[in-house]
C-alpha cells in the first residue's frame, strides 16, 4: 500500500481497499480504527463506518480447539 504499518486507516486512503470488520462489531456501540497516524485510535460507531467505507461483516477469526 505504501502507507507505514501500523497508522492505516479505512478512512481517508488515496485508493480503496476491501475492508472486513469481525462479525462481533455489529454488536458493539463503538470500536477503535486508526486515526490514520501511528499510534492515534479514533472511536467510532461500526453502525455508521461500515457503510461510509463501504465495508463488509464476515467471520474472519476463530479459535482453535486449544484455545477453547
Do not use: N
Given at each position: ?7 492505516c ?32 485510535q ?6 455508521e ?20
Amino acid at each position: 500500500t505504501g502507507y507505514i504499518r501500523g497508522g492505516c486507516s479505512p478512512v481517508g486512503m488515496k485508493r480503496r481497499f476491501p475492508t472486513y470488520f469481525h462479525l462481533s462489531a455489529a454488536g458493539r456501540p463503538f470500536i477503535y480504527i486508526s486515526a490514520g497516524v501511528r499510534g492515534l485510535q479514533l472511536r467510532v460507531d461500526p453502525a455508521e463506518l461500515i457503510p461510509f467505507v463501504g465495508g463488509a461483516l464476515a467471520d474472519i477469526s476463530h479459535r482453535q480447539e486449544s484455545e477453547i
